[in-house]
Structure formats: C-alpha cells, structure tokens
C-alpha cells in the first residue's frame, strides 16, 4: 500500500512563510514525479507545484515565485517551501505521486494551511 504522509500545516499570517514535508517509500519517490495539490472550500483542486524525477518543475501562475517544490533523494521526502503567504492561499494541500502514464496516481491525505489576514 503506497503511503504519502504530510507534515507541515497549520496557521500563519499573510506575508508569512510555511513548509510542507511530504514523506514515502523509496520505490514510490525514486520512480515518480512528486507533486501538491490543494483545495480551497468550495473550490476545484489545483496543482500548485511539480517536479520530475530529472528535476523538471512546474507551477501555476498564482503560486509562481513564492512557491518552491524540492526534492531530498536521500529522506525520500518532497517539500513545498511556502512564501509571502496570502489568504487566498487557505486551502487542504495533498501531496502526491504519479508518472506520464497516469498523474496524479497516489494521494496523502491532506494537510490544513490558513492564511490569515
């Protein structure tokens, strides 16, 4: 059973900052792209960063420069480095795992973030 465990959530002020751990096995972090997602209340969930195994990354525009995926091979952990923190940044932030063929495939079971103003 593939397991990704969060860590990291909790309460902040805008303009802070956060870290979110997202920790596996090594066969799941070795042979996939890791990623986070998150969903506001009432919202659709949104990718918010990605990153390949050969250290390609992605993000969409919201987050783009106050957001920060990476990768540590040897904790098989990925973190998501939150900066300059809004509130509409509040949302349930899940970590996941996939491949070309099929992403996202696995999912923790979220972490809570709030922003508040």
């Known amino acids: 059973q593939v397991q990704l465990v969060e860590s990291g959530g909790g309460l902040v002020q805008a303009g802070g900052s956060l870290r979110l751990s997202c920790a596996t096995s090594?066969?799941?972090?070795?042979?996939?792209?890791m990623g986070w997602y998150r969903q506001a209340p009432g919202k659709q969930r949104e990718l918010v960063a990605e990153?390949?195994?050969?250290?390609?990354?992605n993000y969409p525009d919201s987050v783009k420069g106050r957001f920060t995926i990476s990768r540590d091979s040897a904790k098989n952990t990925v973190y998501l480095q939150m900066s300059s923190l809004k509130p509409e940044d509040t949302a349930v932030y899940y970590c996941?795992?996939?491949?070309?063929?099929?992403?996202?495939?696995?999912w923790g079971q979220g972490t809570q973030v709030t922003v508040s103003s």
């Open positions: 996941t795992a996939g491949s070309f063929a099929e992403w996202p495939r696995y």
């Open positions: 990153m390949s195994l050969v250290g390609f990354t």
């Open positions: 090594r066969s799941v972090f070795s042979a996939n792209t």
